[in-house]
C-alpha cells in the first residue's frame, strides 16, 4: 500500500537498509499492478536495472539483488552459489553478522536444509534439519559455528559440548537435531519431595535446577510412579 511504502521510505531515510530480491512494489494493497512501482524511485531502479545495484537514500541505503528467490532449492549447484554469493554481498553492506554458519566437511555451506531458532528467556532453542535428498539418505557431518560462544546442549540426548562457538555435529536428515543454547552451564538438579503420602493425598515436590548464572526459561518433567 501506499502507507507501506511511506513506512519503507521514512525507515530508508533515517539510516535502515532495505534488502529486495526483485522489483519491489509492482503491486498494490489489492495484488493489482501499478503504473509505477512504488518503491522505484527509492531503490533507483530503471527499465535498464539488470544486475545488483545499491542505491543511498538519507542517512540509508536500498539493496536490489536482481535475482529471484523462488525455486532455490531446485537450482543447480552453481547457480545456487550465484545466489549465495549475492545474498553475503548485500549482508556485507548491511554490517549484519549471521546468527550462525553450518558448514560441511569439506568446509562448503551445507544448503537447502533448515535452521529455526526460537528463544525463551536467556534460552535459545536451534533445530537444525539436514536436507534429505531420498528416503534412505545417510548421516552429514557438519559443523555448526556461532558468532559468540554458549553453553550448548544437544536437547535429545543431553550431551554438553562445552562453552564454545564451534561443534560437530551428525545431521539425521529424517529427524531434527535440537540444540540448547545457554549463557550459564547447567550444574544438575536438587530435588527433595514428602517421604510419606497417604493414598489420595497430595505431595509436595521441590526441584530446583542448578547452574553457573540465574536460571531462566526451563521446563523440567517429571514423572510420578
Known amino acids: 500500500s501506499d502507507a507501506e511504502a511511506d513506512g519503507i521510505r521514512n525507515f530508508v531515510t533515517d539510516g535502515g537498509v532495505v534488502v529486495a530480491d526483485v522489483r519491489p512494489g509492482v503491486l498494490d494493497e489489492h495484488c493489482a499492478a501499478r503504473e509505477t512501482g512504488a518503491l522505484d524511485t527509492l531503490f533507483g531502479w530503471t527499465q535498464e536495472s539488470s544486475e545488483y545495484t545499491e542505491h543511498v537514500v538519507g542517512k540509508g541505503k536500498c539493496i536490489l539483488l536482481n535475482k529471484s528467490m523462488s525455486g532455490y532449492s531446485n537450482l543447480e ?5 550465484s545466489v549465495r554469493e549475492t545474498v553475503d554481498d548485500a549482508i556485507r553492506v548491511t554490517s549484519v553478522s549471521p546468527f550462525c554458519h553450518l558448514t560441511r ?9 533448515r535452521i529455526v531458532r526460537f528463544r525463551r528467556g ?4 536451534l533445530g537444525i534439519l539436514a536436507p534429505r535428498p531420498r528416503a534412505d ?5 557438519a559443523t555448526m559455528t556461532f558468532a559468540q ?5 544437544d536437547q535429545r540426548t543431553g550431551r554438553y559440548y562445552g562453552q564454545t562457538q ?3 555435529l551428525a545431521l539425521d536428515p529424517a529427524s531434527a537435531t535440537m540444540l540448547s543454547l545457554l549463557p550459564y552451564k547447567v550444574e544438575g538438579l536438587k530435588t527433595s519431595a514428602d517421604t ?7 505431595a509436595t515436590i521441590s526441584v530446583n535446577l542448578l547452574a553457573t548464572g540465574q536460571p531462566q526459561g ?3 518433567r517429571l514423572r510420578v510412579r
Open 137 to 141: 539418505a545417510p548421516k552429514i557431518n
Open 77 to 81: 549447484e552453481e547457480k545456487r552459489k
Open 166 to 168: 564451534r561443534v560437530n
Open 149 to 153: 560462544p554458549f553453553h550448548i546442549y
Open 105 to 113: 566437511e569439506d568446509g562448503t555451506p551445507l544448503v537447502t536444509g
Open 196 to 202: 510419606k503420602v497417604v493414598p489420595g493425598g497430595a
Open 218 to 220: 526451563h521446563i523440567l
Open 122 to 125: 536467556k534460552i535459545i532453542t
